[in-house]
């Protein structure tokens, strides 16, 4: 039997994936290779869950679009080789989604990752037709605009009241309020969970598999 929701929805970096690390190094050499301060760790953490672009202009909000551009590709490129061994999924991913699909959920991701690199992941993992939609940043608004959950509900044809959103941003849990959507905030990923609690999540987990076992105890 399903929880009060049937439409579960994942960010993926840093949520089911463990990927902030690469992250933070690609931001680093990025900023390197275009004469840009390097910023510190928790700064860059602190933007992970938007669009590249917007990350970009939180950290130097000076770059004007030419050097936008430039940076934009080293980013990429150092991102990318480090991704020709995909970043593993956190612990119980795997093996609790199975278990939400089975037990009737429909399943989503909403991210800040662009399309060519969420597909890149998703073929890694043989789950290209696992989720029933999945909505990137470059495709649609950056979080924390509300576009790509409200994308997403229509597409599942659920009501916000029946949805709930997982991640480990600050802006995962915005987006979610500004569409109506309760929200699920996990510990383990790019920001301290005290920030994520100020913005009042149902729940707030320390591992994925946590999550099955609590909409377990929603079933009405």
């Not at 929200?183 to 946590?210: C, H, M, N, W």
């Amino acid at each position: 039997m399903l929880s009060e929701y049937k439409l579960l929805i994942f960010d993926w970096d840093g949520t089911l994936a463990d990927s902030v690390g690469r992250i933070v190094t690609a931001m680093r050499v990025a900023a390197q290779r275009t004469g840009r301060p390097e910023r510190d760790e928790m700064s860059i953490r602190g933007i992970i869950g938007l669009g590249l672009p917007e990350a970009i202009l939180t950290l130097y909000p000076d770059m004007a679009k030419p050097e936008m551009v430039v940076f934009r590709q080293h980013y990429a490129d150092v991102y990318i080789a480090m991704d020709e061994q995909p970043s593993p999924l956190f612990a119980g991913v795997a093996d609790t989604l199975e278990a939400f699909r089975a037990d009737g959920y429909r399943l989503a991701v909403a991210t800040g990752k662009a399309r060519r690199g969420l597909d890149r992941v998703l073929k890694v993992h043989g789950w290209e037709r696992f989720f029933d939609v999945t909505r990137a940043a470059d495709e649609t608004a950056s979080k924390p605009n509300p576009l790509m959950l409200n994308q997403i509900l229509a597409h599942c044809d659920v009501p916000p009241n029946q949805a709930l959103m997982v991640g480990d941003a600050s802006f995962d849990l915005l987006m979610a309020r500004n569409a109506g959507i309760d929200s699920v905030a996990v510990s383990y990923g790019a920001q301290p969970v005290e920030r994520l609690l100020t913005f009042e999540p149902r729940l707030a987990i320390d591992k994925f598999p946590e999550l099955r076992t609590w909409l377990g105890r929603q079933v009405k």
